[in-house]
């Protein structure tokens, strides 16, 4: 089992339309997670972070953390053809490193 | 965004040579790591560090060493690049006391 898993998508939505893309992680003692948009051919720039249960929002942008569940989710609402480009998940490592484990990214269409 | 660069942006290498890949970033941040990109793998971690002179391996270090001689600057060495080692390498760094990780614009590196 992976430790961060995404589905690799694509995912395809209408421009408007709400996108939700999810996440889920295998280390119980995870306190801090984080969601990065990736353009093709640039570097992650980060987007939401997300420490306690429940829901963060900042724009059109909604993260959902469920830890009893290891669940944590990203809402786009009224999505642009400019949100397209691969999401990727990070989960902070329970170590006091301040490793990130990463996801392999759920790539989103957005279509005019 | 953190002020990080990374030199070489491009690079084409044959096997068995030596290469070195240098981060560099302008905000005083204490951690800062070395991961490559991959398909389907995603990023994994190759080294991190935690201060001057103070470094540890990640998932992927073989055949990668680092070394960290100021606050600023963060050295990947390849001693003796192979194919398996194309891919493209991206910097991040972080603040002591916070966990979001900042990445720099990476390095595509092709080992023929």
């Known amino acids: 089992q992976k430790e961060v898993e995404q589905n690799s998508g694509p995912l395809s939505v209408p421009e408007g339309a709400i996108a939700s893309l999810n996440c889920t992680y295998s280390?119980?003692?995870?306190?801090?997670f984080f969601w990065y948009r990736q353009y093709s051919g640039k570097s992650p720039e980060l987007i939401m972070f997300i420490y306690s249960n429940g829901d963060k929002e900042d724009g059109r942008f909604t993260a959902q953390l469920n830890k009893a569940s290891q669940y944590v989710s990203l809402l786009i609402r009224d999505s642009q053809p400019s949100d397209s480009a691969t999401y990727l998940c990070a989960v902070k490592s329970s170590s006091n490193t301040g490793k990130l484990i990463f996801g392999q990214g759920t790539t989103l269409q957005v279509k005019p | 965004d953190a002020g990080i660069t990374q030199s070489p942006r491009h690079k084409v290498t044959e096997t068995g040579t030596p290469v070195t890949l240098r981060c560099h970033q302008t905000e005083n941040h204490r951690y800062m790591y070395w991961y490559r990109q991959d398909p389907g793998h995603g990023l994994r971690l190759i080294h991190y560090?935690?201060?001057?002179?103070?470094?540890d391996k990640g998932e992927v270090s073989d055949g990668y060493s680092v070394s960290r001689s100021k606050t600023e600057d963060f050295l990947l060495t390849l001693e003796s690049a192979t194919s398996s080692q194309t891919s493209v390498y991206f910097c991040a760094s972080k603040e002591d006391t916070l966990y979001e990780q900042y990445f720099g614009p990476g390095t595509r590196l092709t080992v023929t």
């Open positions: 560090s935690y201060g001057v002179k103070d470094t």
């Open positions: 280390d119980r003692g995870s306190q801090s």
